[in-house]
């Protein structure tokens, strides 16, 4: 289909501080393209940036072949943009503050009453429209939050974290609308910073870190970058700095990274490490409660390229 998004070269400064270093990639049309990094990796100024919320340094962004730097106004028409802070009339009903997006769209009439019955819808909360959104639960303000940014029906959502602090269920239900709009043709970029949400998501990917793409493929793409490594997490309690020293030194051992009393360990062959890392740990004191090896993911790839687990 062509991208429709095109990210060039970004930049963004504050004072000595470079938030964003150099980040390129473009989404096509029709796809949830996700940018996967921990907290403080650049991903909502980036999106600042593609929103027109913030003016870029260095690089360009262009939407639908529209400019940010001279065309702000004509991008804008083509987003819808959910932030990460909730962007509500607390003492508005739901319906409400709906209603009055709509009239910031342009919408009025039958238009904007069928474009607030149709979100209500979406966010799966028509039955309780009428009320104050300052009663309403976290995840069902993420839910009316996503709905204000696609009234208007945009072309590309952009969505900043909108399943942080939330209940499960709210969280899968927001997921779900992600895969809905998407089966709707509307082209989605996602952040986050939890690897099995962009996962399910995300046709492609790309992982950031410090400012920069440090990644960026499909799921099985990212993957490969790992090779044929398998991943052991070891849920292991009392692991010190001896410890692990002599787990990395096990034949086989790729790399190793500690969490709370847990360790994920990489290797070309679990099989035959095995029986050397529950010896190694075992020998120090270190009660192995449980091991799983599975197939490389998100986490894997990113702890592969910097030497640190996605969630420090």
Known sequence: MGSIVQVTDLVKRFGDFTAVDGVSFEIEEGEV???????GAGKT??????SCLLDPDGGDVTVSGHA???????????????????????????????????RMYGLS??????????????????DRSKERVEKYSGGMKRRINIAAGILHR????????????????SRNHILQTVKDLNRRS???????????????????IAIMDHGKIIAMGTLNELRAVVGGMDV????????????????????????????????QVLTPGSGSILGKLVATLESEGSHVT????????????FLHLTGKSLRD
């Open 33 to 39: 393209f996700g940018l996967l990094g921990p907290n």
């Open 45 to 50: 100024t980036t999106i600042s940036m593609i």
């Open 68 to 102: 940010v730097r001279t065309a702000a106004t004509a991008v804008k028409r083509e987003l819808g943009v959910v932030p990460q802070e909730i962007a509500l009339y607390p003492t508005l009903s739901a319906a409400e503050n709906l209603a009055f997006w709509a």
């Open 109 to 126: 009439g039958a238009a904007l009453k069928d474009a607030v019955s149709e979100a209500l819808i979406l966010a799966g909360l028509e």
């Open 154 to 169: 945009p072309r590309v959502l952009l969505m900043d974290e909108p399943t942080v602090g939330i209940d499960p269920q």
């Open 186 to 204: 509307m082209t989605v970029l996602y952040t986050s910073h939890y690897m099995e949400e962009v996962e399910f998501l995300c046709d492609r």
């Open 232 to 263: 052991v997490d070891v849920k292991v309690e009392h692991v010190s700095d001896q410890v692990l020293e002599r787990v990395r030194a096990i034949a086989g051992v790729e790399r190793v990274d500690r969490t709370d009393e847990a360790l």
């Open 290 to 301: 449980s091991i799983a090896v599975t197939e490389p993911n998100l986490e894997s790839v």
